[in-house]
């Protein structure tokens, strides 16, 4: 059976870290490109990193890069997003999302993904 099951949100104020983690089952993880979503209340889901099946490259949103981190391991079949320097506008459910590797990665956040997980609440608030 195919899953992506997140871990790690919660609750932080800003200014503070979190580390978000994917752990996948069901398929063979190395062939695929991982990305993380996120969705707020009322707005449109946004992509937000995303790493080769390799791990040897990875893409940020604008807004993300400099505070965020994705990197994965294939011996465990996780994928880890670390997040520091929280804002409030970075409340929203984070998802992992799977896609089998395909060409052109630079283009990872438009991706078609195939399976995704149920996601994980982050709140940064004081």
């Known amino acids: 059976q195919l899953q992506l099951v997140e871990s790690g949100g919660g609750l932080v104020q800003p200014g503070g870290s979190l580390r978000l983690s994917c752990k996948a089952s069901?398929?063979?993880?190395?062939?695929?490109?991982i990305a993380w979503f996120r969705q707020a209340p009322g707005k449109e889901r946004e992509g937000v990193a995303c790493?080769?099946?390799?791990?040897?490259?990875?893409n940020y949103a604008d807004s993300m890069k400099g505070r965020f981190t994705i990197s994965r391991d294939n011996a465990k079949n996780m994928v880890y997003l670390q997040m520091n320097s929280l804002k409030p506008e970075d409340t929203a459910v984070y998802s992992c999302?799977?896609?089998?590797?395909?060409?052109?990665?630079?283009?990872?956040?438009?991706?078609?993904?195939?399976?995704w997980g149920q996601g994980t609440q982050v709140t940064v608030s004081s």
């Open positions: 069901g398929f063979t993880f190395s062939n695929y490109h």
């Open positions: 790493i080769s099946s390799s791990g040897g490259s990875t």
């Open positions: 999302a799977a896609r089998r590797r395909q060409p052109l990665f630079r283009l990872c956040m438009l991706f078609d993904y195939e399976y």
